[in-house]
């Protein structure tokens, strides 16, 4: 009897044999160099359909590839690289499927790469134009940002007096382009 797993909500490529819920114990078990050696693997071989598994919209677009950005538990993955320590290729990644999969392509003409579930691809697009996001959802007990490589010159977020203080938070880029993704200081 021949059996087959098909991981429809999860990337099997990352996941492997490690039976761990968290993203810190999953590291930590498999190893950081192993963890970006993987994550690296997912990402090219996955940019070949734009991050969003495969050419052609159908009953199984997403479910024979190694990462499918649409797939929503998979949208913390490109920021995984931050939490083995290595930042630099989460904002490669981020950014090319920033610039890659949200678009107004032929197949999918809607800037989306297939399905907008309860509006968290639009939000993994805002919270990734601005280089910020949390693989946890804020849901930490101190919870704390990744930082990518924003696509805008400067962002200005209006904070609610109640909470914090000064009004105001501002990321401001310098000599920002799609060739110019790496943060050199902050």
């Not at 598994?53 to 949208?75: E, K, M, W």
């Not at 499927?97 to 309860?118: N, V």
């Not at 509006?119 to 704390?144: C, H, I, N, R």
Request: aromatic letters at 10%; charged letters at 25%; glycine letters at 10%.
């Amino acid at each position: 009897m021949k059996s087959t797993v098909i991981f429809s909500m999860a990337v099997a490529a990352l996941v492997g044999k490690a039976s761990c819920d968290r993203n810190a114990a999953l590291i930590e078990k498999v190893g950081k160099d192993v963890i970006v050696k993987r994550l690296d693997s997912i990402f090219t071989v996955s940019r070949k359909d734009i991050f969003r598994g495969g050419r052609n919209i159908d009953a199984f677009a997403g479910l024979q590839t190694v990462y499918n950005h649409s797939n929503q538990p998979c949208l913390h993955i490109s920021w995984l690289f931050s939490d083995a320590g290595r930042p630099s290729p989460t904002r490669k990644w981020t950014r090319l499927i920033l610039d890659e999969f949200y678009d107004s392509d032929g197949i999918h003409g809607y800037g989306y790469g297939q399905d907008e579930d309860q509006g968290q691809l639009g939000a993994w697009y805002e919270m990734g134009s601005m280089g910020l996001f949390d693989v946890a959802g804020l849901t930490g007990k101190e919870p704390s940002f990744a930082i990518g490589s924003p696509v805008f010159d400067k962002i200005t977020i209006k904070l609610n007096p109640d909470y914090y203080p000064g009004g105001k938070f501002e990321i401001v880029t310098k000599n920002n382009s799609k060739e110019n993704i790496h943060i050199e200081n902050l």
